[in-house]
């Protein structure tokens, strides 16, 4: 007598971006409950994103303005509320990622639904946060400099492309290895304040002199520099913009294949 084994071979980047799709009107939903609900009961409401991130970038801008004799002070508001607001996004959805699936752990365990639905989720709430706080953020620094809606509508699509694909797949990476190593719970807010403290945010990047080119290997500050060079100067830089979407588009379907393949583990992890 024999018996036959077969093997469950997990399913396509295909198909799961296809069960994706179908279910969003679901993830963006939820994902929009979770705004509302993290305002009830509050006179400004969502207004709050908006309003702390322009506390920061006032006292940031006053205090760091004067530590580095900034010349054009203007300029230097701008530059330092967009750096600001961009590496909140993306420090906030990397920060979330290492124990996702832990917060969803009862869902995981009790249904049979496709774990990208949490991931998507996360994210759909991730960019709704940055909306909210972006658009309020540019509003204010209009006043500085006028043009800057003008170059949001013109050129500032492609880098804010960029980011919003960035900030899907790098956390799922970080979700995944989170699962299974625990380690990256303590391991990821320390990275983030070094990197933020390394990256040219609050200051410029000729201030690192030598170390410059730090800068140039620093996988957040490429996506942060993108965005705020075109929100400022209305120019892109269609090629390396360009080669970003293809490695964000290559970092998608990594990422979807790596959780296709755990996601048979995923219970049993957390």
């Known amino acids: ?35 509302r609900a993290r305002f009830v009961r509050t006179f400004l409401g969502s207004f709050w994103l908006g309003l702390s991130n322009l506390f920061s970038i006032a ?29 909140n996004t993306i420090a906030s959805a990397i920060g979330s990622a290492p124990n996702l699936f832990e917060h969803n752990q009862v869902h995981v365990h009790n249904t049979n639904l496709n774990p990208i639905f949490y991931t998507l989720e996360e994210w759909a709430f991730q960019l709704q946060t940055f909306l909210q706080s972006f658009l309020l953020v ?3 620094l209009s006043f500085f400099q006028p043009s800057i809606f003008g170059h949001l509508l013109l050129c500032g699509w492609l ?13 799922l ?9 625990r380690d990256l719970y303590q391991l990821i807010p320390i990275l983030l304040q070094l990197v933020f403290l390394l990256s040219p945010i609050l200051y410029k990047k000729d201030n690192l ?39 964000n588009v290559l970092g998608i379907w990594i990422a979807i294949r790596l959780l296709n393949r755990e996601r048979p583990n995923i219970p049993f992890l957390i």
């Open 1 to 35: 007598m024999t018996v036959s084994t077969t093997t469950i071979r997990p399913a396509s980047v295909r198909q799961t971006l296809r069960e994706a799709w179908r279910l969003r009107r679901v993830w963006w939903f939820t994902a929009t409950a979770r705004t």
């Open 173 to 181: 990476l970080v979700c995944l290895f989170g699962a299974r190593y």
């Open 159 to 171: 880098p804010l492309l960029n980011l919003a694909l960035f900030v899907y797949w790098l956390p």
């Open 59 to 87: 006292a940031l801008a006053a205090v760091y303005g004067t530590v580095f004799k900034v010349q054009d002070f203007n300029t230097y508001v701008v530059y330092l509320g967009i750096g600001l607001v961009v590496w």
């Open 209 to 247: 002199g030598p170390l410059a080119w730090t800068a140039n290997l620093n996988p957040l500050y490429r996506i942060l520099s993108p965005v705020r060079h075109s929100l400022m100067t209305g120019q892109v830089h269609w090629s390396s913009d360009l080669l970003l979407l293809g490695l």
């Open 138 to 140: 540019l509003l204010a």
